[in-house]
């Protein structure tokens, strides 16, 4: 079992920056890829970015790369996401996901094996 918790949300203006963390417990997977999605209201949960425990390359949707950055410190067993130039577009609950076996570095929910509760990001002036 793994338990995944968010911390670093919250309200920010447009052009700010946030840093998200999600602390893992539990089981440790050699394999294992952690991903950041998002969910705005009236719309489906989203990938925004993935990172391999043991890999140096990283994955981003369109929308967020070159402001999004996916890091792991595996020591710490956490994950971050920093986020710079917020757009009010990125307003959404953030949630990082881990995969246990990535073979590949999926996109989708349902490639994903424990979520945490997810953290509430909003981007307004």
């Known amino acids: 079992q793994v338990q995944l918790v968010e911390s670093g949300g919250g309200l920010v203006q447009p052009g700010g920056s946030l840093r998200l963390a999600c602390a893992a417990s539990?089981?440790?997977?050699?394999?294992?890829?952690m991903g950041w999605f998002r969910q705005a209201p009236g719309k489906e949960r989203e990938f925004v970015a993935a990172?391999?425990?043991?890999?140096?390359?990283?994955y981003y949707a369109d929308s967020v790369k070159g402001r999004f950055t996916i890091s792991r410190d595996n020591a710490k067993n956490t994950a971050y996401l920093q986020m710079n130039s917020l757009k009010p577009e990125d307003t959404a609950v953030y949630h990082c996901?881990?995969?246990?076996?990535?073979?590949?570095?999926?996109?989708?929910?349902?490639?994903?094996?424990?979520w945490g509760q997810g953290t509430q990001v909003t981007v307004s002036s």
């Open positions: 996901a881990l995969a246990t076996d990535g073979l590949r570095v999926g996109i989708r929910p349902l490639e994903y094996d424990y």
């Open positions: 539990g089981r440790t997977y050699s394999r294992s890829v």
């Open positions: 990172r391999r425990r043991s890999g140096l390359t990283a």
